[in-house]
């Protein structure tokens, strides 16, 4: 399978994969269940500004809504809005 990843997906999964091998979950140190993520800031900086093109902001939407769909993270909403407020890594998989 041939899988070709947008630079915002792949920015979104680097960050998320160095949260997590740098955490004790991977290295079996861990004592509790532990979370990894991002706000969607990290990656696209204005993706809460007034300004900002709401072409890009729906694109954006768009491309993690994929990565959701693929099972790779799950994505958290401010309440009643299609604004995404966390982007965390699935280790459920």
Do not use: C, H, W
């Amino acid at each position: 399978m041939n899988l070709r990843l947008s630079k915002n997906q792949e920015e979104v999964l680097n960050f998320l994969l160095d949260k997590y091998e740098n955490s004790a979950t991977y290295k079996g140190d861990n004592l509790r269940k532990q979370s990894f993520s991002i706000n969607p800031e990290k990656v696209f900086p204005e993706y809460n500004e007034d300004y900002t093109d709401q072409d890009e902001v729906d694109n954006f939407n768009s491309e993690m809504n994929i990565l959701m769909k693929m099972q790779y993270v799950n994505l958290k909403y401010i309440k009643g809005t299609s604004v995404i407020s966390k982007i965390t890594l699935n280790t459920s998989m």
